[in-house]
């Protein structure tokens, strides 16, 4: 990855087509990826031991096949919601976040991680980039949202194809933007059961080091949200971005209780992603907002049950 003088701020990788036929995807029960490029040939078997061990990022899921052509949850809508799931590829927290965006009539695309979300991260930027030109070419204002290592490909989807010109926000969610001390452990432990995402992940890698140098545009609003009880994110301000809103959960509602993984399904960070999507300033939430964003983040739960609160 080299920068290219002709993008002033970009990271500069060889072009690829955005296409759904993933032939380096990772097959459980093999132990290797096929047809890997030479960038990308890294041995991948230790890796369900690895996210036991170490519990990076989200653990192993299946990561599903793209579907390129696949229509929003919501069609017609004004405006599509781009959520990257984290680690691992799964799409379980994202899908629980993308149904309370759905219900507010916005339109969700839940992107399908090539190598389940454990290869090259540039690579994984370029799916990314697909997914928001495929909304975009509907007419529809664009906004990203990216849990854990998704934020991080957000990040670099920003800065090598200037999303800051495409999308209206992006937000990430617990997203080890300088790394994480979890993926270094299992890097130093056994480096052949740390894949590339793993490596990439870890701090002071060149491809973060790189992205530091970076800075955010003026556009788009930038919303960084983390808990302080992250065990998986170490430390968990390794979220902080410099230029972007940034929230640590507990600034909001203090003594609450937040696990790394409960980030996409909390109703509070449910409240602040509804609040953030919206069309007006994008600002801090503080304690006087924690009971009003935490109901907002609840409301939908509550309505697909018929459940009325009281008064």
Known sequence: MTRDPARTGALHVRPRPWVSDYE???????????ALSRRRQAFVG????????????????????????????????????????????????????????????????????PDRGTGDLVSQADVVNGYVNKAL????????????AGGVVARLWDAEYDGGVKVRRVITLGS?????????????????????????????????????????????????????DDQVVRPPDSARLPGAVNVPLQTVCPGLVVQHGQLPVDPLVIGIVLRALGSGALT??????????????????????????AS
């Not at 899921?61 to 984290?86: E, F, I, K, N």
């Not at 070419?137 to 854990?148: C, K, L, M, P, Q």
């Not at 939430?285 to 609160?309: F, M």
């Open 24 to 34: 380096g995807m990772w097959v459980p029960g093999r132990r290797r990826f096929v």
């Open 137 to 148: 070419r509907t007419g529809a204002e664009v906004d990203v949202v990216g849990f854990s």
């Open 176 to 228: 080890p933007l300088n790394g994480t001390r979890i993926a270094a452990a299992g890097n130093a432990a056994d480096p052949s059961a740390c894949p590339q995402a793993c490596q990439e992940l870890v701090p002071g890698s060149t491809l973060l080091t790189q992205l530091r140098r970076i800075p955010l545009g003026t556009r788009p609003g930038w919303l960084s949200v983390w808990t302080e």
């Open 46 to 113: 230790g890796m369900s031991a690895f996210v036991t061990a170490v519990g990076l990022l989200i653990g192993l899921a299946a990561g599903g096949v793209l579907g390129s052509t696949a229509a929003p949850r919501v069609a017609g809508a004004g405006v599509v919601v781009v959520l990257v799931p984290g680690y691992g590829g799964s799409t379980a927290g994202v899908d629980v976040l993308a149904d309370h965006i759905g219900d507010t009539g916005m339109a969700t695309e839940v992107v399908r991680l």
């Open 284 to 309: 801090a939430p503080g304690p006087a907002d924690c009971g009003a964003l935490e109901e907002l983040g609840s409301r939908h739960d509550r309505d697909r049950k018929g459940v009325v609160p």
